[in-house]
């Protein structure tokens, strides 16, 4: 009795856990307003265009959209346990940041608020796409490229893809922006899909569990 116990016990070991199949799990958006559709119509926001655009493109996915408008890095990290265990996303796109910077904070706060997003989110077996911000020009050469090094630095240590700046075409478009000179209006947001689609598609393509083939 004892042999026949072993034995299934070793077998039992073998047995590989089963993990979220990246190809079908959900799109977990962790965001600020950028991506909550701020002052437009939820359906004109780009996260709402993604889901549309999935589909067609990948019909057994789905977008969960937690982002918050005035959301910073360390709202995000206090959020990001208890959205994986919910929602058991196989990506994440991490697009925070902003309102850290806006407030002139030290980047080192929100870099390491975001490399500890990053890092949950990989312990949890799914794939990251980050997403960066720039901030207006008032602030400074010296923090504005302080910002983009963070992202660019985050992308390279935890080898995530990266979108260099959300609001690439869009922000210095007066016909594009909102009053505010901050936010995209409804007809920015199908170009701030296009910003992101690439480096998306590209996960959203991928076989396997997410944390390998």
Do not use: C
Not at 81 to 110: F, Q, S, W
Not at 158 to 170: H, K
């Amino acid at each position: 009795m004892f042999r026949i116990f072993l034995v299934i016990l070793l077998v039992s070991l073998q047995v590989p856990v089963a993990r979220a199949d990246v190809s079908t799990a959900p799109i977990l958006i962790l965001g600020d307003s950028l991506s909550a559709a701020y002052r437009i119509p939820p359906q004109s926001g780009w996260v709402n265009l993604l889901q549309k655009r999935l589909q067609s493109a990948h019909p057994a996915r789905s977008v969960v959209n937690a982002s918050i408008s005035g959301e910073t890095t360390a709202g995000g990290l206090a959020r990001i346990n208890e959205l994986l265990v919910e929602h058991k996303p196989g990506i994440v796109v991490v697009e925070l940041g902003a309102n850290d910077a806006l407030r002139g904070l030290p980047l080192a706060t929100p870099r390491e608020n975001l490399a500890r997003i990053i890092s949950l989110v990989q312990k949890a077996d799914a794939r990251v796409l980050l997403i960066g911000i720039e901030i207006p020009i008032n602030y400074g050469p010296q923090y504005r490229d302080g910002l983009r090094d963070m992202y660019r630095d985050l992308g390279a240590e935890f080898n995530v893809p990266l979108v260099p700046f959300l609001l690439e075409g869009v922000a210095l478009d007066d016909n594009l922006m909102q009053a505010d000179g901050l936010h995209p209006t409804a007809a920015a947001q199908p170009r701030v899909l296009e910003n992101v689609w690439p480096e998306l598609e590209k996960l959203a393509g991928k076989r396997g569990v997410a944390s390998g083939e």
